[in-house]
């Protein structure tokens, strides 16, 4: 078997251009969200939103600045797919259409996936939707198809700052270590490792150097696994998420991803006042 | 000069076991070793390959035209190239789409003077009609000489714009077409 | 500054973000905080329109503080040079330089400049004019050069003689104090202190400095001035001709250095030679060779380059007894730039023109050029979507309002798709200068052409229009050489396509080749003056050195990027050089100024220059070699003289010819700004810059209550310049799908407008309507002593497009840089007020 495979993206130096985004679409042949006519977010320059099943780049972007601007950051960073080892999409789904790959990285079939959507509840990261154009749940593949004919996936190989690195997970954890202990250094007291252990649901393979909280980025400081969870958990597993029916999975993602989505909308409003 | 794809290895895939990311998990009652291996079809993998340039800003970026039964397939950077080794803008991400896209122009549109709609038109008639269109106003406006008495030989009644965008093979015959005709009003987006 | 790289050249930017990695320091000085900010270790804000004030603020700090370059600065400028006593600076004359005059009636300008006073002193009189006349008489080319070379300069090395142009240099800049700096620009004394701390230890032997430009410098009513002012201050630096220095200039297009190169520009003629004009002495072509060609430097060989051109121009119709067809040739009388020419089509004066991907309805005051086009009697538009341009007779605000209609209309418009890229072959040059060969994938689409081929059709149809004419005026089109079919029997198979041009046809007449023999020239310094060399371009001369040999399709990158100068992908102009003046990376004597910024050395064993690039120098010229009093071309120079393409083989931080406005760069207000100047009150703007007068192109005054507000416009990643080629692509439209204005909260505040409220934009010109965007990204300014507030708009958006916005430049005014005429987009003014 190959190594395990994924992503470091080192939030310190991305620009915000998008270029994983397109990349991404344009490799996966993905649509734009209602042909590319959509109005603006107002959320700076983030008018994609959210990850989704025709989106599995998003690059968010936080404005942090005092009232005197003595003070000021513009934070930018490519969220994607982490390809957790404790996988809860892979867990919860009944049709096995979830697979983990030879290189560690978790792939949807497609072909297999009869859109239950028990994934997209699952997902602590709010990761997994469905396409419209093909009625299943998609996300990241991390370029499944690319990686077995030994190409770059695509987002990486278009990031012009080398903020999204693609390379085997011992690897890119050595490198991610190097430059925590260089912004350190640098007095970037701030700069933090997330998902590189197995702290956060076993490793993600797919983890991130940051400058802030992981809530500022909207993400989970501590996500759960759907079979960790008390009551509801075993509800939860395989069979019982056909059973329960799945409106109300999906209610339970769409309050997690409203409450993140209220969180970053209240912080935008207050960045003004927030000491960068 | 299209070559079939090879394939660029970015790293030894070795026959390791994997492990890493993997101990110390099972522990938590979860196995999550099973691998499964899923053929996957490249649908560049028997592409003929073109090297390009990107067609956006200057920097003059690489890229790959991927073609299969002569129809492009795929446009991607190219990761020989020393000025973007791979990387591409969104921009430059999207060329494919400036090839292949529904919106794009197949037919020669003409508006008649005075007319509220376009009408399809041949391409080699419309040709003709420009021809003529360029030595009617040129030979109605030419000035051999300034009332000074300065040899001019040009009209100023006809305006060329554009090249920045365009091949440099182009811009070579465009200007020299122009300037073989006296017309003196050339630019590009150089200046704006 | 003036650039937001990280946004509008983000791959390049990696090499940014590589080197900071490695330890650079990046600052971005720019009114807006970008995403090119949130990467620099020091963001520094100023009022748009200010960058002479700051860089002028630099380089008196550099002179004051001792911390310039002074090896660099004594041997390798023009610093040591005494300029005439009647030279007066702004310093005498409160703000303008000696020479002004009134401009003649009718002109777009005022006052205009005779530089008669700006030059350097001579060792002995000289009479340009008589010399001229001696000149003329002379039986050849090469010894007409030689009567025009003048006596050497007066020098004082020690840089203390009053007129030497370093004190002439010191003294003009000694306004430009801190203070002044913060006054004017609104940037915070201690932040521009910081500036100039680390960008003066920053640069000298052992390490240098870089600027990056783009648009925010050159759309100015003073913007040659500006980039000037950084070349001066490079200078100064020792910063020029010098690895990791330089004024990096990063252009828009993908080949809009290949398009200045082989221009198609009004004002210029391959190779930036000035087109033939009948405004100057160019009667003749020994008037013309006479008036163009610097007798010391590299360009004592004009006279090559321009036979060798009118020979690719006119082929065998081009002898030496008809001056090589000098005659036929056309010769412009006025400004026939964008803006001159629209103003001319709005009042009727131009009939018929031909537009290739580029948008003229979505440009400059665009209202008044789409009422210009309306006054066409034929258009023909060649573009790959449906743009603004083609479709201004039905879809233009002005119509869809019900203002005109298209009944009343009288244009007649053709609309020719395109192809793209990757269903042509050809070469784009970059904005470095590296000549790139793209093969064709695919054949275009239905009836979907390239360019080439449109000209060339069009071309094959007039030569045959006009084969039969007796008039005198047609002789230049019909003995205009066009061979660029393909030989029989060599058309490629693989395609449907028939007509195209032999694109290498076309490469080979710009390289140039043997008159007689058809071979293809090595080099431009195999080119002649008598006819027997064929070449459009010199600079280009080298590209196609032999059969089957395109060096433009040469891609074999260094192992590792090392040395890094890749000297195997592309070809670079002129002889595949990458750093141009790179003499200056060694010391006088010829040895590295550092091992840390070794790149071209004196190998004294091997007796030539030797290093990481082709040397920009004589090849095996050494140090030592002094220069030959009264010779032409580079033997007037000495072998420390890196700047072969200048007549004295220096560095300018004086320039005594070439600029339209002034030889030393001052700091003026743009011709729309809020404030006076506060550095020469009685001299508000340029007093050469170019106002085309219409009346819907009438400006705000000075501090027009109506219009406090600074505006200034720019470009995003996800979109390109009027978005014909983004805002129809699904991709990319989604990305910034709508037309917004970036404003602080607090003049959001002020005005009662909330993120995302629809605003009323108001210049001089006219309104448009945009959605808000608030951000603490944009800050208010204290500008000597008074808050001024700064908008930024995004000018991708028309009415054509998957997704569609007003059109920011129907806002900008037609006013113009005295020596490129480049219009102002990045300073204005105007007010914002809510939508009610």
């Known amino acids: 078997m190959p190594e395990p495979m994924g992503f470091f993206t080192d939030t310190s130096v991305c620009i915000g251009c998008k270029a994983c985004e397109v990349a991404c679409k344009a490799w996966n042949q993905l649509p734009a969200r209602n042909g590319g006519k959509v109005t603006l977010s107002g959320v700076s320059y983030d008018n994609t939103v959210a990850l989704s099943g025709i989106q599995w780049r998003h690059v968010k972007f936080i404005e942090q600045f005092s009232p005197d601007r003595s003070t000021g950051r513009w934070l930018m960073m490519s969220d994607v797919c982490k390809h957790c080892v404790q996988a809860a999409c892979l867990e919860v789904c009944p049709t096995g259409a979830i697979i983990r790959t030879e290189f560690d990285t978790v792939v949807i079939q497609s072909d297999v996936c009869n859109g239950c959507r028990a994934c997209i509840a699952a997902c602590p990261f709010g990761v997994i939707e469905i396409n419209p154009e093909t009625n299943t749940a998609m996300k990241c593949t991390l370029c499944y198809d690319r990686m077995q004919a030994g190409m770059v996936p695509a987002c990486a190989q278009a990031c012009p700052t080398q903020s999204i690195q693609f390379g085997p997970i011992s690897e890119l954890r050595q490198r991610a270590q190097a430059r925590l202990e260089q912004l350190q250094a640098q007095g970037v007291t701030q700069a933090r490792l997330y998902g590189h252990d197995e702290s956060i649901l076993g490793g993600l393979n797919s983890f991130y150097l940051l400058l802030d909280e992981p809530e500022v980025y909207g993400l989970p400081s501590n996500p759960q696994l759907p079979s960790q969870k008390a009551a509801p958990a075993s509800a939860l597993s395989a069979a019982g998420a056909v059973a329960l029916g799945l409106l109300g999975l999906a209610g339970l993602r769409k309050q997690r991803m409203d409450r993140l989505a209220a969180e970053e909308r209240e912080r935008r409003q207050q960045a003004p006042e927030t000491e960068g | 000069m299209a070559v079939v794809l090879s394939r660029r290895r970015f790293l030894k895939v070795s026959g390791a076991a994997a492990g890493t990311a993997v101990g110390g998990l099972l522990g938590l009652g979860i196995d999550v070793r099973p691998k499964q291996v899923r053929a996957q079809q490249l649908r560049i993998q028997n592409a003929q390959v073109f090297p390009s340039v990107c067609p956006y800003c200057a920097v003059g970026c690489g890229t790959l035209v991927h073609v299969v039964d002569g129809q492009i397939v795929n446009i991607e950077g190219n990761p020989k190239s020393p000025i973007n080794m791979g990387n591409l803008c969104p921009k430059g991400a999207a060329t494919y789409q400036l090839h292949v896209n529904p919106n794009r122009l197949t037919k020669v549109l003409h508006r008649p003077p005075n007319a509220t709609q376009w009408e399809v038109v041949d391409l080699d008639w419309a040709m003709d009609r420009v021809a003529e269109l360029v030595k009617k106003t040129r030979d109605e406006t030419f000035v051999e000489t300034l009332p000074n008495g300065k040899r001019v030989m040009h009209t100023t009644a006809i305006f060329s714009l554009g090249g920045a965008t365009i091949d440099n093979e182009w811009n070579h015959i465009q200007q020299k077409l122009m300037r073989g005709l006296g017309i003196v009003r050339i630019e590009n987006q150089a200046r704006i | ?836």
């Open chain 3, 1 to 836: 500054m003036g650039s937001n790289m990280a946004e509008n050249h983000p791959v390049a930017f990696r090499w940014v973000a590589q080197a900071k990695l490695n330890g650079a320091t990046l600052i971005h000085v720019d009114p807006r905080f970008t995403r090119t900010s949130a990467m620099a270790d020091l963001y520094v804000p100023i009022r748009s329109g200010t960058d002479i004030a700051f860089l002028g603020g630099l380089i008196s700090y550099a002179i004051e503080n001792e911390k310039y370059f002074k090896d660099y600065v004594v041997n390798y400028t023009n610093a040591a040079t005494i300029i005439n006593d009647n030279f007066q600076d702004t310093e005498d004359l409160e703000g303008v330089f000696s020479g002004l005059k009134e401009a003649p009636q009718g002109s777009e300008q005022k006052y205009i400049y005779d530089n008669a006073t700006w030059q350097y002193k001579r060792v002995e009189p000289w009479d340009p004019a008589k010399a001229r006349e001696e000149a003329k008489k002379a039986a050849t080319f090469a010894e007409m050069i030689q009567r025009m070379v003048p006596p050497a300069a007066e020098k004082d090395p020690t840089l203390q003689h009053p007129r030497s142009v370093f004190q002439i240099v010191r003294r003009h800049f000694s306004r430009y104090t801190p203070e002044m700096v913060e006054r004017i620009t609104g940037c915070p004394k201690d932040v521009f202190l910081k500036v100039a701390e680390t960008v003066t230890a920053n640069s000298g032997r052992e390490r240098t400095t870089t600027f990056v430009y783009a648009m925010g410098w050159t759309q100015h009513t003073h913007g040659v001035q500006t980039i000037g002012t950084t070349a001066l201050l490079q200078l100064l630096l020792g910063n020029m001709g010098r690895p990791g220095g330089g004024i990096l200039a990063l252009r828009g297009h993908a080949t809009i250095q290949g398009s200045t190169d082989v221009p198609t520009l009004y004002h210029s003629i391959h190779g930036y030679m000035n087109h033939p004009d009948a405004r100057k002495a160019h009667d003749t072509l020994a008037d013309y060779i006479l008036t163009e060609t610097r007798p010391t430097g590299y360009w004592a060989n004009f006279p090559k380059f321009i036979v060798s051109y009118l020979k690719s121009m006119y082929g065998d119709a081009a002898t030496p007894e008809n001056d090589f067809g000098y005659d036929w040739h056309p010769k412009i009388s006025g400004d026939y730039s964008h803006m001159a020419t629209m103003i001319a089509m709005a009042k009727g004066e131009v009939k018929g023109a031909l537009i290739f991907g580029q948008n003229p309805a979505t440009s400059i005051n665009g209202a008044l050029q789409r009422r210009a086009l309306m006054q066409l009697d034929w258009l023909v538009v060649k573009d790959n979507f449906e743009t603004e341009t083609a479709s201004f007779w039905y879809a233009s605000p002005e119509v869809k309002s019900g203002q005109i209609k298209p009944e009343d209309i009288k244009t007649e418009v053709f609309l020719f798709p395109s192809a793209q890229v990757a269903e042509t072959e050809g070469t784009f040059t970059n904005t470095q200068r590296l000549i790139q060969f793209h093969e064709k994938a695919a054949d275009p689409p239905g009836d979907c052409r390239s360019d080439a081929w449109f000209t060339h059709q069009l071309a094959l149809r007039l030569k045959k229009l006009y084969a039969d004419s007796t008039l005198p005026r047609d002789e230049g089109i019909k003995n205009l050489f066009w061979d660029f079919d393909y030989d029989p029997g060599t058309y490629p198979t693989n395609t449907r396509i028939e007509g195209e041009p032999d694109v290498f046809k076309i490469i080979r007449e710009i390289n140039g080749y043997q008159t007689g023999t058809k071979e293809l020239l090595k080099s431009f310094g195999d080119l002649k003056d008598d006819g027997s060399t064929t070449c459009a371009s010199w600079i280009y001369c080298g590209v196609f050195p032999e059969e089957g040999k395109l060096l433009a399709r040469n891609r074999e990158p260094d192992p590792d990027n090392k040395p890094g100068t890749n000297l195997g992908w592309g070809y670079a102009w002129p002889a595949n050089r990458r750093v141009l003046y790179n003499r200056a990376s060694a010391d006088p004597d010829g040895n590295p100024w550092s091992e840390r910024k070794k790149y071209i050395w004196w190998d004294a064993g091997q007796k030539k220059w030797v290093g990481y690039d082709v040397p920009d120098f004589a090849a095996t010229k050494a140090p030592d070699t002094p220069a030959k009093p009264g010779a032409t071309g580079l033997d007037a120079h000495d072998g420390k003289s890196p700047f072969i393409m200048m007549p004295d083989g220096k560095g300018w931080l004086f320039v005594p010819t070439g600029l339209a406005d002034g030889p030393l760069p001052t700091h003026y207000e743009p011709m729309e700004s809020p404030v006076v100047n506060l550095l020469y009150p009685k001299q508000q703007h340029n007093p050469v810059a170019k106002h085309w007068q219409h009346e819907e192109n009438q400006l705000a005054q000075v501090g027009d209550p109506n219009f406090p507000i600074v505006l200034t416009t720019y470009r995003l990643t996800e979109h390109h310049l009027a978005g014909a080629m983004t805002r129809w692509l699904p991709w990319l439209a989604e990305l910034q799908p709508e037309l917004f204005i970036e404003m602080s909260p607090e003049l959001a505040e002020e005005k009662g407008i909330k993120n995302l409220d629809l605003v009323k934009i108001t210049t001089k010109r006219r309104s448009i309507v945009a959605k808000a965007l608030v951000t603490p990204r944009l800050r208010p300014l204290m500008i000597d002593g008074k808050v001024v507030h700064q908008v930024g708009m995004p000018w991708h958006w028309g009415y054509m497009g998957i997704v569609t916005g007003d059109i920011v430049n129907d806002l900008t005014a037609m006013v113009g840089d005295p020596n490129v005429s480049i219009h102002e987009s990045k300073a204005l003014c105007c007010n914002v007020e809510k939508l009610q």
